[in-house]
């Protein structure tokens, strides 16, 4: 399967290689897809979730997880929700996923596998976003995780705000 990215190559999700992680690609895809499926009440990008997970953290690997933990969805472009990923129709989905989040940190040196912090800090993230920009009528987002204080979440930057402010800190934080 070949899709092509931004920079005109082929890629295949399910068979990803080193050059495939291109920065920007990844910056500009995680800059145009929107949290929660579309579904929220204005654009938020998963470009924005990555910067805020990344200042939750001192430790300089954690920093690096938290910008990259979506990277399979800045190659992708899908932001797929849990209940439809962890099904079992989408196991090979999440075999990708997992393969590219170890090349992620093979190719940055990071530790392996995804500390847990990092999984705890972006299920605390997701329930904070999920009352920010979700409609929570007829869900208690909290019974999945202690929310951060809303006010972490800031204004919701545009396509291009969070495109120059991810890359920007990725090669900060990268190079």
């Not at 145009?32 to 690997?61: K, N, P």
């Not at 899908?78 to 079992?88: A, F, G, L, Q, R």
């Amino acid at each position: 399967m070949l899709v092509m990215n931004a920079s005109g190559r082929m890629i295949n999700p399910y068979e990803l290689n080193t050059v495939d992680f291109e920065p920007r690609i990844i910056a500009q895809t995680l800059s145009r897809t929107c949290r929660f499926w579309g579904q929220t009440s204005e654009f938020y990008s998963v470009a924005q979730h990555c910067l805020i997970m990344e200042e939750l953290f001192e430790d300089l690997d954690l920093k690096k997880w938290a910008l990259g933990h979506e990277v399979f969805e800045g190659l992708t472009g899908m932001d797929v929700p849990s209940p439809i990923k962890h099904s079992p129709a989408m196991n090979e989905y999440r075999n990708a996923e997992n393969k590219a989040l170890e090349m992620f940190a093979e190719i940055y040196s990071l530790s392996k596998p995804m500390p847990d912090e990092i999984k705890i800090a972006d299920k605390r993230l997701m329930v904070t976003e999920a009352l920010r920009f979700m409609n929570s009528v007829n869900y208690d987002w909290t019974q999945i995780a202690q929310p951060y204080n809303l006010s972490i979440i800031g204004k919701p930057l545009s396509m291009k705000e969070a495109e120059i402010a991810f890359i920007t800190r990725w090669y900060e934080l990268f190079d």
